[in-house]
């Protein structure tokens, strides 16, 4: 019987903390103070204390991502929003989240209903999971697995296994389409969303959350959506690939609810409802987060050697800014038909990510190190591909007749 | 065509199906004909090039009253290629209301004959699925008949209030 | 037992077999505009059969109708298309007059500022109606704000209504022979001014609008990815289903009640009817949901165009309802059509001479339009069924009555 836990699977990978921040800030900040202080047990207590914290502060980001995902498209649809309850209707997803508690807890009879209550638990478990492994600031994260990334990857995988099981066993069969749309749809955008962080990998060569991000931190050009002009492109698949992933607009079509009322919670309501509603907007700042780590620098500035807060203030930001765009998206588009929302995946994303990773291989050896001169030559295609799809798109856009009133 | 024209038409290739045309009536002048002939003329009135009856814009019953001893079924047709109308009327005893369907030639035959099965009770012979589609598939009676009484309960609810 | 066993499994290896599930969409469903009922037959996501089912709010219209005057019947037709009542309280009075204008011992005649103030306002109700169907239909394909968009801008039109009848949704506005005076507008007057100075201040301002709908919604790629060459309604099979109206128009065939067949007024506008065609390089063909969608959208900038003539004319002097003891039509029967926003609104009114009809029977335009979904919709995927409802833009209470 091999000690999976200390050797691991595999050789290389060591599930336990590959840099032990933990104890080193012990050693650091405690034991000059108390030299008699049990190392271990020191950090133990900081890994505890700061899990405590990640508990009881990442259920509130969604509180605050519902009220601005409703301020904001109040402002799109020239309305203002929740305005009654506390100033401007900051107070409103808690009046709704009380209200959720006494509602009733209802359970379909004929459903299944252990599965029926443990879905929303698998759900709302996983993707507060993923929060353990996302480096926050330079030492604000719980966790840092050698093989953080690919954890995330894992976990997030999960959550489709709650889907099935909440449309599964609410016995609705409006529930049972959105499940299956749903397990369709994640598992295959699971697959560009893969790869197109493995083109990442590939630049980095560590799959550690905070490895990734201390190879950006010589400032914005150094971020690895510049680093080459395929983690550009893989940085555009991800997005919308995990914008897939969380069910969003334009891909909502698991929770379509002009097609199949509600999807996999219809039948969902409550206290378990919330659930679902919280992992939606804890998934969207999750996806968003990582996206930030991987493409856009993480907590590492726009300058090189910002440090104010450990680079929380620009990670938030920067992962705000992303959920905004999700926002923006969902409050503009139409959503896509389940065939043309396949066809978008498997003959669009994958073999674009399958040429990215040849071309990163490519890439990687061509520039064997990053320098300015690689950086400047990935910019520079960077910016010419971009005028020249500026100028196709728009040529397109002119050739395209604008619908006129066809008269007779 | 004015509807004389359509008249004299039918009466040639019909003869005595074609009962009558009303001239005097007051609004749309109706060409009455034998129920049993209804499909048969309106068949010959879609398909003939030179009428052309394309569209069928209304089919409805009519009760005239309780003493009456009818039930009428008037069609009204318009063409969309020659631009006239027409209007058709057949009637057939309250004892006995059957009528060839004419859902075969125009689709929109099928729900407005299903509409009028509902409210009148006639029956469309030839009709594929001849339901009730506004009232309740349990439901008693035929509502526009004019000696229709109101049911007091329907599933154990009241129904006058 | 054991062989029947293995001979079951080979004939399901053999002969894979799925399922069919049979799913009620509706009469509680976000998108099927109201209380109807669709029976599916689902094959995974694949439609095999949709059948409606409706009734569901059947108010005995007819039955009602028997039992009331002509002019208490109004309030009825109201609650018909509730989305365009104005243009219900119309298809029936027009029904009435003529019933009235064929008896040649009265001499009944509308008067001219009341056939102004009907095209008006029924031309705005088009329009409010019309947004109505903008903006649920981008709600059914996933896009929710020109939803808002279009209840901000309808909302400004049924202000308009409120000034002018007291009421916003069911109007009763349109009488028997002319239009109701209750908030009264003289000719001339600083109140008439005023009413037309709002008018005209909405179309200014909506207008524009429309392109900008056009560019939010109809240009959408992934909108006409899901409308363009779904559920294509062929001339043939539009005619023969009695669809009227958009859903016409939108299968390419050229025909308008208002120019074609002109009642009141409608002869003195200039306006075009839009009429759906291919458009190969966007992949639009002509009868699919597209298309219905579109001719809606470029109908709003008709009626725009026949109200601004109208603001342009002025509306003339004189009474605006006709004088008449009682509503007594003789002794007939009459058809009479009219084109609403939703297609051919027909009233059929058997008179017996007295005040109160025989019968009527109101042809609605949804009516006949719905029943071509069990066609249109066989084969098709779930999400395409709600945009053919959406897009053959059905009120409910017309349907039942």
């Known amino acids: ?408 | 065509m004015n509807p004389e024209e359509i008249y004299k038409t039918l009466i040639d290739r019909f003869g005595d199906a074609v009962l009558g045309f009303d001239f005097e009536l007051v609004g749309d002048p109706n060409i009455q004909i034998a129920p049993a002939a209804i499909a048969a003329v309106c068949q010959y009135l879609a398909e003939t090039d030179s009428l052309a009856f394309n569209s069928l814009m209304c089919l409805s019953g009519v009760d005239l009253g309780a003493k009456d001893e009818e039930f009428s079924v008037v069609y009204h047709l318009h063409s969309l290629r020659y631009l006239h109308s027409v209007v058709l009327k057949t009637s057939m005893p309250k004892t006995d209301p059957h009528l060839p369907t004419v859902s075969h030639i125009w689709k929109t035959a099928d729900w407005h004959e299903r509409e009028t099965y509902d409210l009148y009770g006639i029956f469309f012979e030839g009709h594929t699925d001849l339901r009730r589609i506004l009232l309740p598939d349990d439901w008693e009676g035929y509502p526009l008949r004019k000696d229709y009484m109101e049911p007091d309960f329907y599933r154990g609810m009241r129904v006058p209030y | 037992m054991e062989s029947i066993q293995q001979t079951e499994s080979k004939i399901i290896e053999l002969k894979p077999f799925t399922d069919e599930m049979i799913v009620n969409m509706g009469p509680q469903h976000p998108s099927t505009h109201g209380v109807l009922r669709l029976e599916l037959r689902l094959d995974g996501e694949v439609v095999r059969e949709a059948i409606p089912h409706i009734g569901y709010l059947h108010r005995c219209f007819e039955k009602h109708s028997e039992n009331l005057s002509y002019p208490q019947i109004i309030p009825f037709t109201d609650r018909m298309d509730y989305v365009a009542a104005m243009n219900q309280n119309w298809g029936f009075c027009l029904a009435v007059e003529k019933l009235l204008e064929a008896d040649e011992k009265k001499d009944f005649e509308v008067p001219e500022r009341a056939e102004y103030l009907r095209v008006l306002i029924c031309e705005l109700n088009r329009i409010a109606s019309h947004l109505l169907s903008f903006g649920t239909y981008g709600m059914d394909i996933g896009a929710f704000t020109p939803f808002l968009y279009a209840f901000r801008d309808r909302e400004r039109l049924l202000l308009l209504f409120e000034k002018i009848c007291g009421a916003r949704l069911t109007y009763n506005y349109i009488r028997i022979g002319g239009v109701s005076e209750i908030i009264p507008m003289e000719p001339g007057s600083v109140d008439e001014q005023n009413y037309l100075d709002e008018v005209k201040e909405f179309l200014d301002y909506f207008e524009p609008k429309i392109d900008e709908y056009n560019d939010l919604l109809t240009a959408n790629s992934i909108f006409s990815e899901r409308t363009m060459g779904v559920a294509v309604m062929s001339e043939e099979m539009a005619i023969s289903y009695g669809a009227t109206g958009p859903n016409l128009r939108g299968s390419g065939v050229d025909w308008d009640l208002r120019r074609d067949e002109p009642y009141s007024i409608y002869d003195r506008f200039d306006f075009d009817v839009p009429v759906a065609k291919d458009i190969p390089e966007l992949g639009a063909l002509v009868g699919d949901c597209w298309s219905r969608y579109k001719i809606r959208m470029d109908e709003m900038k008709e009626s725009v165009k026949i109200v601004r003539q109208i603001l342009a004319e002025g509306l003339p002097d004189g009474p605006v309802m006709a004088e008449m003891k009682a509503v007594r039509p003789p002794k007939g029967e009459i058809y009479f059509r009219s084109e609403a926003p939703r297609g051919e609104l027909g009233f059929y009114i058997v008179s017996d001479g007295t005040p109160k009809p025989v019968r009527v029977k109101g042809r609605s335009p949804c009516f006949s339009a719905l029943s071509a979904l069990q066609e249109l919709s066989r084969g098709l995927m779930v999400a395409d069924i709600i945009a053919i409802i959406g897009s053959i833009d059905i009120v409910m209470g017309e349907v039942d009555r």
């Not at chain 1, 034991?31 to 020191?42: A, C, Q, S, Y």
């Not at chain 1, 009733?104 to 459903?111: A, H």
């Not at chain 1, 907007?281 to 807060?309: C, K, Q």
């Open chain 1, 1 to 408: 019987m091999p000690d999976f836990f200390s050797e691991g699977f595999f050789p290389n990978i060591n599930l336990q903390d590959s840099s032990n921040w933990a104890t080193d800030f012990v050693q650091r900040e405690i034991i000059p103070r108390f030299p008699d202080f049990p190392v271990e047990l020191g950090s133990v207590l900081v890994m505890l204390a700061c899990a405590g914290i990640f508990v009881a502060v990442v259920p509130l980001l969604p509180l605050v991502l519902v009220l601005a995902e409703r301020k904001v498209a109040a402002r799109f649809q020239n309305r203002t929003g929740p305005m009654r309850v506390g100033p401007w209707g900051t107070l409103q997803t808690l009046a709704d989240g009380i209200k959720l508690i006494f509602k009733e807890d209802y359970i379909p009879p004929q459903g299944d209903k252990l599965l029926f209550l443990l879905a929303p638990y698998i759900i709302f478990a996983c993707s507060f999971a993923v929060f353990a492994a996302i480096p926050f600031g330079q030492n604000i994260l719980v966790s840092d697995f050698n093989i953080g990334i690919f954890y995330i990857m894992a976990i997030s995988s999960v959550i489709v296994m709650g889907v099935i099981m909440a449309g599964w066993s609410s016995n609705s069969k409006w529930s049972l389409l959105g499940s299956l749309r749903s397990a369709a749809q994640i598992v295959s955008y699971e697959i560009p969303l893969g790869l197109s962080i493995l083109t990442i990998v590939m630049l980095v060569g560590n799959l550690s959350m905070r490895e990734i991000v201390g190879s950006q931190d010589g400032g914005i050009f150094t971020w690895l959506i510049f680093r080459s002009p395929f983690t550009f492109i893989a940085f555009f698949i991800f997005f919308i690939s995990a914008i897939a992933e969380v069910n969003r607009t334009p891909f909502d079509l698991p929770e379509a609810e002009s097609e199949i009322v509600a999807g996999f919670h219809t039948e969902y309501s409550g206290m378990r409802f919330a659930l679902f509603f919280i992992a939606e907007y804890a998934n969207m700042f999750a996806v968003s987060a990582i996206g930030v780590t991987l493409f856009l620098g993480g907590y590492e500035g726009i300058l090189p050697g910002y440090d104010f807060l450990g680079g929380l203030p620009g990670f938030v930001i920067k992962s705000l800014g992303l959920v905004f765009v999700m926002m923006w998206l969902r409050w503009t588009l139409p959503r896509l038909r389940v065939d043309q929302l396949m066809n978008l995946c498997w003959k669009y994303f994958i073999p674009i990510s399958f040429f990215n990773i040849l071309g990163t291989g490519v890439w990687g050896l061509i520039f064997k190190n990053d320098d300015v001169w690689s950086i400047g030559i990935s910019c520079a295609i960077i910016y010419v591909g971009l005028i020249g799809a500026y100028a196709v798109a728009g040529r397109n856009m002119a050739r395209k007749p604008e619908p006129q009133p066809s008269s007779v």
